[in-house]
């Protein structure tokens, strides 16, 4: 048995291996979890093939980043649309020296050796193209696709009927915090949108546990450019984005339906947020400040303790010590998300910020985390770099 293949079943196996077993003990004391010790024992074979659809976008390009550190996946087929036939080198000059597949168009994809496929597709598209995938395929698709449940819903925000709507009772939401024994066996991932995952992180513990009133939730949300994609926009030419902002969608932007959907499922009642999210002049990171109204006699400080709680054994949320803002710069080109609660001035209400990268953990970084258990491997493998700053 090689080392990958032993690796996979230690984890697969719910903890049978004796190894293993003293390990998770050894490792139990520490607030981290940092499985990712067993993987760097091992010797990495990068074995296993995973396909990119959309790789020369801007989430395509973020998982190139990731899946070159990461010791079992290896890139074997890349697609575009309108680059197809083109090297990835040419697309992307700083990736030159990398020794990767060229671009090819869907329809000309060879999957006979992928075991898995991220689909960063724009909306619609993967819903498209998902039937004719071999159901032998892992996908994580980074599209809305398959985020509601509802298909009506769906239709309604997206203004057309879903065209693989049988797939969406399949697909897991793969927020991997909140999700991830369902994700372990799922074969259909649908990943967060950036804005969701950042509003959701913080406010699902929450409502699970009836700390906040489920009416009053007001959120604005700050996003940078790349979260609008590569593709050419008239909107977001650099004459229309730097030095200024700008609030779009409001109330009817189509993440409305996707945050609501979380939150009544974590408080078990319909929940009803007012949303706006606004463009900012930076290339990447997104910050959301989040004011709710705390249920009655729970404190500011319940909130934040339980938050604490609820994250204390994951790597990738952290809810910063009092007073400490979280910011995009702390958290950019890492998957992690950084979490603080501040009294508000108006008694009985509370400031919630979370930031991310809207390209990693509001994307790509979520994006491998999910398929990195899917696939049976600790979620943290090829995730644990440290963030760009300054
Ligand atoms: N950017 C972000 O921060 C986030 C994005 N997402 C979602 O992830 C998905 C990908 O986003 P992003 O990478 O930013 O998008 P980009 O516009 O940067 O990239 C889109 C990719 O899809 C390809 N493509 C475009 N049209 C088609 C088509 N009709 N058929 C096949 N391939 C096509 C493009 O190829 P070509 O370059 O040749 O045109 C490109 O490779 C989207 O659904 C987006 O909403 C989710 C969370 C965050
Ligand atoms: C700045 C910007 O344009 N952002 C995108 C959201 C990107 C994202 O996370 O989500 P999806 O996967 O749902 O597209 C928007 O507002 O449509």
């Not at 879903?162 to 991997?176: C, D």
């Not at 984005?241 to 939150?263: A, C, D, K, M, N």
């Amino acid at each position: 048995m090689n080392s990958m293949v032993s690796l996979r079943s230690v984890f697969m196996d719910g903890g049978c291996n004796s190894r293993f077993q003293d390990k998770q003990k050894m490792l139990k004391a520490r607030k981290k979890p940092v499985k990712v010790l067993a993987v760097s024992s091992q010797k990495a074979d990068k074995s296993i093939k995973v396909g990119i659809l959309g790789a020369s976008g801007y989430t395509g390009v973020e998982l190139i980043r990731f899946i070159a550190n990461h010791p079992y996946f290896s890139i074997s087929l890349m697609t575009a649309d309108r680059k197809a036939g083109q090297s990835i080198g040419s697309v992307f000059p700083h990736l030159i020296t990398q020794d990767l597949p060229d671009l090819v168009a869907i329809k000309d994809a060879d999957f006979s050796n992928v075991e898995a496929v991220f689909c960063c597709l724009p909306h619609g598209t993967t819903q498209e193209i998902i039937n004719g995938l071999s159901t032998r395929l892992k996908i994580v698709d980074l599209s809305a696709d398959f985020r509601l449940q509802d298909v009506h819903e769906y239709a309604e925000w997206y203004g057309q009927p879903h065209k693989a709507s049988e797939l969406q009772k399949e697909a897991v939401y793969g927020l991997t915090e909140i999700y991830r024994n369902k994700i372990q066996s799922a074969r259909l991932v649908a990943n967060p949108g950036c804005y969701p995952t950042s509003i959701l992180l913080p406010l699902v513990p929450l409502l699970k546990d009836s700390l906040i009133e489920l009416q009053d939730i007001v959120i604005v949300s700050n996003s940078g450019v790349s979260g609008a994609g590569r593709s050419a926009k008239e909107a977001n030419l650099y004459t229309e984005v730097s030095e200024g902002i700008f609030s779009y969608g409001i109330t009817r932007h189509r993440h409305v339906p996707e945050i609501e959907q979380e939150l009544s499922d974590a408080a078990n009642s319909k929940v009803t947020v007012s949303f706006t999210p606004t463009l900012m002049p930076m290339s990447r990171g997104m910050q959301s400040t989040i004011n709710v109204k705390m249920a009655p006699g729970v404190l500011v400080e319940d909130l934040k303790q339980h938050l604490k709680k609820f994250y204390e054994k994951e790597e990738f949320v952290v809810v910063l010590p009092d007073g400490q803002a979280p910011h995009t710069k702390y958290v950019q080109g890492s998957n992690g998300c950084h979490i603080n609660v501040f009294p508000d001035r108006i008694p009985g209400r509370a400031i919630i910020i979370s930031a991310i990268d809207n390209l990693v953990k509001g994307a790509s970084g979520q994006a491998l985390q999910n398929l990195n258990l899917m696939m049976g491997f600790p979620e943290n493998t090829g995730l644990s770099c440290m963030p760009l700053f300054p």
